[in-house]
């Protein structure tokens, strides 16, 4: 009966992880076929954001790196380099390239207190929304290396 009930569940998540596959395949092939471009791409994935906020304004958020307008006096790129790409430290983040959403996490983290470091609450406890908003997608339209595991077996 458990081996039944086991391989009826293993059955059912390789038919939930084939749809799904099919489902992101089309919508490659599709945005493909419309031949945009990398970098429209990038911009419309910058307008998804699973915590909420409003569209990233890239603009924006390229201001808003480069400001010393924050309590401490230093922008963004003192700490993590010329566009996010060369922390000053190797403990310190690349920010360049990094997905929209976990930036717009972390950040929302740091300035709501769930996650404590002092220097980074005080870096981002005055942003609003929409300032998080465009700070991740500004960071997230550089070039920068990171990685996934998309290429291990």
């Known amino acids: 009966m458990t081996l039944n009930i086991t391989a ?19 919508e490659s092939a ?17 307008k998804s954001s699973s915590a909420g906020l409003p569209d990233g304004r890239v603009a924006e958020g390229e201001k808003l790196a480069n400001s010393t307008d924050t309590p401490s006096k230093q922008s963004c790129i003192e700490c993590h380099g010329k566009e996010g790409a060369a922390p000053i430290d190797p403990t310190y983040p690349t920010l360049a390239g990094q ?9 929302t983290s740091y300035r709501d207190g769930r996650r404590d470091q002092a220097v980074m609450k005080g870096q981002v406890g005055h942003l609003n929304d929409q300032q998080v908003a465009d700070l991740a997608a500004y960071f997230a339209s550089r070039k920068g290396n990171i990685t996934d595991l998309s290429h291990v077996e």
């Open 8 to 26: 009826k569940s293993l059955l059912s998540a390789l038919l939930l992880s084939a749809a799904l596959t099919a489902c992101s395949s089309q």
């Open 30 to 46: 599709e945005t493909a076929a419309k031949g945009e471009h990398a970098e429209e791409a990038a911009e419309h994935a910058i």
């Open 99 to 107: 997905y929209a959403d976990y930036l717009e996490y972390a950040i």
